[in-house]
């Protein structure tokens, strides 16, 4: 994203004094009306706090609320010594959280360019954690493989994947910078992944992370544990994998009818199935 000089508030926008509404909310949501509306552009930056505390006739405290939440939000971006800038849109992703169609692919079918900067990539005994969730004894050997992803050149995720050893060995030299892992499964292995369990949650990025994906210590990140499996029930794969909250943002669609429980039990789906966490 390339800065770009300010541009001044639209004309005849204002604080409404007799609103219930918090100055600093109506000052939030009047900037965010700029930025959807195309008055400000990715990589523009905003006027200075002086400037937008004239403008508005508010106090710095507001307008440092504002840009506060929006910052939070990842709506904007704010640079040390240099100013406010619209940040990039998140990148969207609407399959990675209820079906099987690997971040790669995803990315990819959207026309947007990926690139995986491979961290570790070995043979290891397998902890508590990741034998339970395999199914595996305590010290199995696994491949881990640790991933940097990036999309349009920006680091936005790390992904620790974990395989049993056994049945995939050539996996631990095979090269996934351009490939999707699924997708080398299913042409060396013929291993089909047909179903997964993800949770998701939030955590903030320590100090390894967040250098790694170039964000400040303690931003948000948003947390996806899986576990996929192959049509006789074997897991094949579980990992975790950690987003930028300010680049990211996941799409659900949710479907109501009858009969759900009669759908997991055709598939093969045990209530009990839990990850370790």
């Not at 881990?144 to 631990?172: G, H, N, T």
């Not at 400040?216 to 499996?229: A, C, F, M, Q, V």
Request: charged share 30%.
């Amino acid at each position: 994203m390339t800065p770009r000089s300010s541009k001044p508030v639209k004309k005849g926008i204002s604080i409404d004094r007799d609103s219930p509404l918090p100055y600093y909310l109506q000052l939030k949501n009047s900037l965010i009306e700029q930025i959807e509306s195309g008055h400000w552009q990715p990589g523009d930056q905003l006027p200075s706090e002086p400037e937008l505390c004239q403008h508005f006739g508010v106090s710095r405290t507001v307008v440092r609320q504002a840009l506060k939440e929006m910052t939070y939000e990842g709506l904007v971006l704010r640079e040390k010594g240099k100013g406010t800038f619209v940040a990039e849109p998140k990148i969207s992703s609407t399959s990675l959280v209820h079906s099987l169609v690997g971040f790669h692919q995803d990315m990819t079918e959207r026309g947007l360019k990926m690139a995986d900067k491979i961290l570790e990539q070995s043979i290891l005994p397998a902890s508590q954690k990741v034998a339970a969730n395999l199914q595996l004894e305590d010290l199995s050997p696994v491949i881990k493989i640790d991933r940097l992803r990036y999309v349009e050149d920006e680091p936005v995720v790390l992904v620790a994947s974990f395989l049993p050893y056994e049945p995939c060995r050539k996996l631990v030299s095979a090269d996934l910078t351009e490939e999707s892992l699924y997708a080398y499964l299913e042409k060396e292995y013929d291993l089909r992944i047909v179903r997964g369990r993800r949770l998701i949650d939030a955590v903030g990025a320590n100090e390894h992370q967040s250098n790694l994906l170039e964000i400040e210590l303690g931003s948000p990140l948003i947390r996806i544990e899986s576990i996929s499996y192959l049509d006789d029930g074997t897991p094949i794969e579980y990992f975790h994998a950690l987003f930028r909250g300010d680049r990211s943002r996941f799409e659900v669609e949710i479907l109501r009818f009858q009969g759900q429980g009669k759908l997991r039990e055709a598939m093969g789906i045990k209530r009990e199935e839990e990850f370790l966490i």
